[in-house]
């Protein structure tokens, strides 16, 4: 699965969303869906009185950049040669339609090579002179942008929000010396507990500390189990932040009454969000850590 600025796909999720968006934006120009079974012929539909192809791509995995164009390249070297290798096919599908245009759709361009090398593959198939295409064949290399208004349009017809913004986000890690939050979860921890004892005092800060050092472990186990998930828990938990600066700073509540209306806040969030669908159990561990780490990097201080 890969994130993309609206959301997250793989290549079956990709093909059935791009599927949705062509019928809708060229059927008008006669499209037709064309299924991989029997046969796999190098595009996934066309349009019967404009001739134009469309083949998909989204891989599986979050490649580098230098994996992913090796992908790409290759996935339209191997589609295009099944123009020619499968032209009995193709002209029983297409009839009397010829190619015109044959794009290639994926959700991100990886490197700039890509273009060169569809550039030099439309070439060679030109030369392969095949009576199912055009004279000036052309490929071009979509990414996700060409097709974002429509995406969303979708998603608006689903009942799912849209996404304007980049959702590949991450949830922040922990790197520098733990003296410090240390410092900022005792002051916090005396500031909280400002009416009971020390014993209190220490007891929740040692509770506040092992959230906050099960942090980063916790967040990286959700990531390998559902990415997805975490992903959409990154991107609630980023926005929300800002709000709890906000909150730090203009509150005139009692320091521990601050953190337990935030942590009830930001639980109605991850709880009231449909994208995530999690229980109470994964809620609270997530709101637990979380806020031990705005306590300890002081995106929640208290300013009274």
């Avoid at 991850?270 to 159990?281: F, V, Y």
């Avoid at 979380?290 to 929640?300: E, F, G, K, M």
Wanted: glycine share 4%; with cysteine; charged share 25%.
């Amino acid at each position: 699965m890969i994130i993309t600025p609206v959301g997250p796909f793989n290549g079956t999720t990709w093909e059935a969303t791009i599927q949705l968006v062509l019928k809708s934006k060229f059927g008008s120009d006669g499209y037709q869906h064309v299924p991989a079974t029997p046969g796999d012929f190098g595009i996934e539909g066309f349009t019967k009185h404009t001739g134009l192809a469309f083949q998909c791509y989204c891989p599986d995995t979050q490649y580098t950049r230098a994996v992913l164009n090796e992908k790409q390249r290759d996935k339209i070297t191997r589609d295009l040669k099944k123009l020619k290798d499968n032209q009995a096919s193709l002209q029983g599908i297409l009839g009397t339609t010829k190619i015109k245009d044959w794009y290639f759709i994926t959700p991100e361009i990886a490197h700039n090579a890509l273009l060169i090398h569809a550039q030099k593959k439309q070439d060679e198939v030109r030369a392969w002179s095949l009576p199912h295409l055009d004279e000036n064949f052309t490929v071009l290399v979509h990414d996700i942008d060409f097709y974002i208004q429509e995406i969303n349009q979708h998603r608006i017809s689903a009942g799912v929000p849209i996404s304007i913004g980049q959702d590949n986000q991450a949830i922040p890690e922990v790197n520098e010396d733990l003296t410090f939050y240390d410092e900022n979860l005792e002051r916090k921890t005396q500031l909280r507990m400002s009416e009971k004892g020390e014993r209190a005092v220490s007891a929740l800060f040692q509770i506040t500390k092992s959230s906050f050092l099960d942090h980063d472990s916790f967040f990286q186990d959700l990531y390998a189990k559902s990415p997805q998930t975490y992903f959409q828990v990154a991107k609630t938990l980023n926005g929300f932040e800002e709000n709890v600066e906000e909150w730090s700073l203009t509150t005139s509540d009692h320091p521990d009454k601050l953190v337990e209306m935030i942590k009830n806040r930001l639980a109605d969030r991850l709880l009231n969000d449909d994208r995530l669908k999690i229980d109470g159990t994964l809620t609270d561990d997530i709101v637990r850590r979380t806020v031990a780490r705005w306590l300890a990097v002081c995106q929640l201080d208290f300013y009274n």
